[in-house]
């Protein structure tokens, strides 16, 4: 019973256009929400986060929208470059360091030069 | 300057051996974690520590038992490896909000 989806397992997208990576969610008691990268024979590295009472969270190119009534998030990646070429795993969890992360399965993301 | 590390990076064993993997961090972290991502990619927790103590322990068998000598160690040893143990691990720890912070992971063979 996948708590975290993230249906889509890869994306490709032109250099200097947008990146949308989306994910869902099932259960409600989740109160916090991340996105990590992580690129061939490495640890995901942090992103980005949102808390659910928030719905927009912005920094620099990366941006994660949250819409709890649809139990649904995205991040966006405007402009996208070669670089941000990785694996990205959306993750949620109850908040506070002692709760559990649940991770998404990932999205394969390809930027085109 | 790692922030957290895993050592080794590459475990190949047999069948039946006891093997760890140990992980650092110097970022001060009272919490830290082992995760392991199976070759579906899914990445599972499987242990939380905070402070040397204890928090989360999920359906794992009891031939993983995870040991913190101090609040910046968490190492896992893994007694009589069987092959569906081959796995990557992943340490990670947080600074006590729900950010994770990770190591580099240990790709473990079991032949």
């Known amino acids: 019973d996948q708590q975290v989806k993230q249906n889509s397992p890869s994306l490709s997208v032109q250099e200097g256009r947008i990146s949308i990576l989306n994910c869902d969610y099932t259960?409600?008691?989740?109160?916090?929400f991340l996105w990590y990268k992580k690129y061939p024979a490495e640890g995901p590295t942090f992103l980005i986060s949102?808390?659910?009472?928030?719905d927009k969270n912005e920094d620099g190119r990366f941006t994660v929208f949250l819409n709890k009534s649809a139990k649904h998030l995205s991040l966006h990646i405007v402009p996208s470059q070669p670089g941000d070429s990785a694996v990205y795993f959306c993750?949620?969890?109850?908040?506070?360091?002692?709760?559990?992360?649940?991770f998404g399965k990932g999205t394969k993301l390809s930027v085109k030069p | 300057d790692t922030a957290v590390s895993q050592t080794p990076k590459y475990l190949v064993t047999q069948m039946g051996n006891d093997k760890s993997i140990k992980c650092e961090q110097n970022?001060?972290?009272?919490?830290m974690y082992w995760y392991k991502q199976d070759s579906k990619k899914f990445l599972k927790i499987m242990f939380s520590?905070?402070?040397?103590?204890?928090?989360i322990n999920e359906t794992v068998p009891n031939r993983f038992s995870p040991k913190s000598p101090d609040k910046a160690h968490l190492n896992l040893h893994i007694n009589s490896l069987e092959l569906g143990d081959s796995a990557v691990y992943f340490c990670?720890?947080?600074?006590?909000?729900?950010?994770?912070?990770f190591g580099p992971g240990t790709r473990l063979t079991v032949l």
């Open positions: 970022l001060g972290h009272d919490t």
């Open positions: 259960n409600s008691m989740f109160d916090y």
């Open positions: 990670a720890s947080s600074p006590g909000d729900p950010t994770q912070y």
């Open positions: 520590y905070n402070n040397k103590e204890l928090i």
């Open positions: 993750a949620a969890g109850p908040g506070g360091s002692q709760g559990n992360l649940i």
């Open positions: 949102i808390s659910s009472i928030k």
